[in-house]
């Protein structure tokens, strides 16, 4: 799923908000999250997950075109480590993963 399509299907499931309106707040919630790492900060999101910034030093790496061994500096790179709710969720046995998913669709159906 792409950003454009979770602000799709969030607009659908509250039809009281504009598809603007949900956009500017995914906006806002996505560029917080962007501000938070950038200052160096842990942004927790209970039940999903965690987002940090780890650090990477310096590497040789190799020119894919020619192998020529190429000097990578020491950089900052994001990392992401799900929540214990999230990682129940996506290990739980397939039956109730489907039955969740069917029941999710039964009641974006109802709502239509």
Same mark, same amino acid.
């Given at each position: 799923m792409i950003k454009s399509e979770l602000i799709l299907r969030i607009a659908a499931q509250n039809p009281h908000l504009y598809e603007r309106d949900v956009e500017a707040v995914m906006n806002a919630i996505l560029g917080r999250i962007s501000d938070a790492l950038v200052a160096g900060d842990r942004v927790e999101l209970r039940g999903f997950g965690a987002?940090?910034?780890? *650090? +990477?030093? *310096? +590497? *040789?790496? +190799?020119n894919p075109k020619t $192998?020529?061994?190429?000097?990578? $500096?020491? #950089?900052?790179?994001? *990392?992401? #480590?799900? $929540?214990k709710t999230m990682q129940a969720r996506l290990n739980a046995p397939e039956a109730s993963a489907l039955a969740e998913i069917e029941a999710t669709a039964h009641r974006l159906l109802r709502r239509s």
């Amino acid at each position: 799923m792409i950003k454009s399509e979770l602000i799709l299907r969030i607009a659908a499931q509250n039809p009281h908000l504009y598809e603007r309106d949900v956009e500017a707040v995914m906006n806002a919630i996505l560029g917080r999250i962007s501000d938070a790492l950038v200052a160096g900060d842990r942004v927790e999101l209970r039940g999903f997950g965690a987002f940090t910034v780890k *650090a +990477r030093a *310096a +590497r *040789a790496g +190799r020119n894919p075109k020619t $192998g020529e061994a190429v000097p990578v $500096g020491d #950089k900052l790179v994001p *990392a992401f #480590k799900t $929540g214990k709710t999230m990682q129940a969720r996506l290990n739980a046995p397939e039956a109730s993963a489907l039955a969740e998913i069917e029941a999710t669709a039964h009641r974006l159906l109802r709502r239509s």
